[in-house]
């Protein structure tokens, strides 16, 4: 959505993603974005994706981060969801507490071919720990994709076991 959305936005707009998707979706997505300023920022082993993200939050640039999957041995906080305990991944919760950012959650549902139905909510801030308020964040994030997913429940592709038994 961002990339149709924020291309003529003055604001830099971050978004992470995959590193390992195919070549021709990766340079699809550069050329489609290179007279914008939206800029991808490529998750890697080496963690150096860490590092460009804090250099956008520094520079009070947006930063948009996947919350509904972990990948490999990403830490992780466990939430209820569809009234079973899930994991989620904590990393995108502890950046936002620890520097104390807003945090939104988009979800960008399609209704028709050329027509998609964008949820945009702030989450609330709770005092405590960093890893408390993150577990915080996390668990509205949850809940507030749960809802989403009642209403559009056939578009929300996971390829991986994501409940806890």
């Given at each position: ?105 988009i979800h960008v549902m399609k209704e028709s071919a050329r027509k998609y139905h964008v949820f945009v909510g702030q989450l609330e801030r709770q005092g405590g720990t960093v890893r408390e ?33």
């Amino acid at each position: 959505a961002a990339g149709y959305t924020l291309v003529a936005s003055e604001k830099r707009y971050n978004a992470l993603v995959f590193a390992e998707e195919a070549e021709s979706v990766m340079r699809n997505r550069e050329r489609m974005f290179q007279e914008t300023n939206i800029r991808m920022i490529p998750v890697k082993e080496d963690m150096s994706h860490i590092f460009q993200i804090n250099s956008a939050l520094e520079n009070g640039e947006s930063v948009s981060i996947p919350a509904d999957r972990v990948v490999g041995g990403q830490r992780t906080v466990t939430c209820d969801f569809f009234g079973s305990p899930a994991d989620f991944p904590l990393g995108p919760f502890v950046l936002a507490a620890q520097r104390d950012v807003p945090v939104l959650s988009i979800h960008v549902m399609k209704e028709s071919a050329r027509k998609y139905h964008v949820f945009v909510g702030q989450l609330e801030r709770q005092g405590g720990t960093v890893r408390e308020k993150a577990a915080h964040f996390a668990r509205q994030y949850a809940a507030g994709l749960e809802s989403v997913l009642r209403a559009y429940p056939d578009q929300w592709f996971n390829y991986y076991e994501f409940w806890n038994d």
